[in-house]
């Protein structure tokens, strides 16, 4: 059965500054990944995917993430954060044969402080 | 086309009344799913259709809830006689066929069960 783990709860992280929210899959075979951001009481919204080629994807809003299989791990980064990025953060993995039908982690809360 | 649209967007209802939801899909967007989102947590895959035809339920769809898309296009999400233990966001997402496909979601509609 695949599974995502998402290790942070809660990051803060201070405006201007790097980010990176980690993602740990569990999947038989290369798995399709993405990663969703949602506003309080909002639905999701799509950040980036990963299908296949490059394993360094870039997303919107100057999001990026990197799929290392060897540590099937798929971490998100931002290299300066801005206060509207404060939100919470889902990394999921969909089923090979459909995408759209994913396990998604427990998410990442992050913080952004002035 | 703005995107999947869900309706109602708040819900506040009394233990054991019957409530119902709508998603309008993407319209060329032939696969619909719905989740279900509890505080805290991130989304749980409940059910899908390609086009009007259910594929497949979750163990969490209890014999309470059914959801129907009749015509292939609009769906529906019927919980009977809510529990408390309903209480959660239900998100509606829709794709385009094939495994390659990111799925778009909704706004959400939010149960409170009383």
């Known amino acids: 059965a695949q599974s995502v783990t998402q290790p942070d709860i809660h990051i803060t992280v201070s405006e201007g500054a790097s980010l990176e929210l980690r993602c740990n899959y569990s999947y038989g075979a290369t798995p399709y990944l993405f990663w969703y951001v949602q506003s309080p009481g909002q639905g999701l919204q799509l950040l980036l995917k990963?299908?296949?080629?490059?394993?360094l994807v870039q997303g919107i809003k100057g999001f990026e993430a990197e799929f290392k299989r060897s540590q099937s791990s798929f971490n998100l980064r931002k290299p300066s954060v801005h206060w509207s990025d404060a939100a919470e953060y889902f990394c999921a993995v969909g089923a090979r044969v459909n995408a759209g039908k994913s396990t998604f982690g427990d998410g990442t809360t992050l913080t952004v402080k002035p | 086309d703005t995107g999947v649209s869900q309706d109602p967007r708040h819900k506040i209802t009394k233990r054991g009344q019957n409530v119902t939801f709508r998603c309008d899909p993407i319209s060329e967007h032939n696969r619909l799913y719905w989740y279900r989102q509890t505080l805290g947590q991130g989304p749980e895959f409940l059910t899908y259709f390609q086009n009007e035809a259910q594929l497949e339920k979750s163990r969490l769809l209890s014999d309470r809830f059914s959801a129907e898309r009749p015509k292939g296009s609009f769906s529906t999400l019927e919980i009977q006689r809510t529990e408390q233990g309903d209480s959660a966001m239900y998100l509606c997402?829709?794709?385009?066929?094939?495994?390659?496909?990111?799925?778009?979601f909704g706004q959400g509609t939010r149960l409170t069960v009383v």
């Open positions: 997402a829709s794709s385009g066929d094939g495994g390659w496909v990111e799925a778009f």
């Open positions: 990963y299908f296949s080629g490059d394993t």
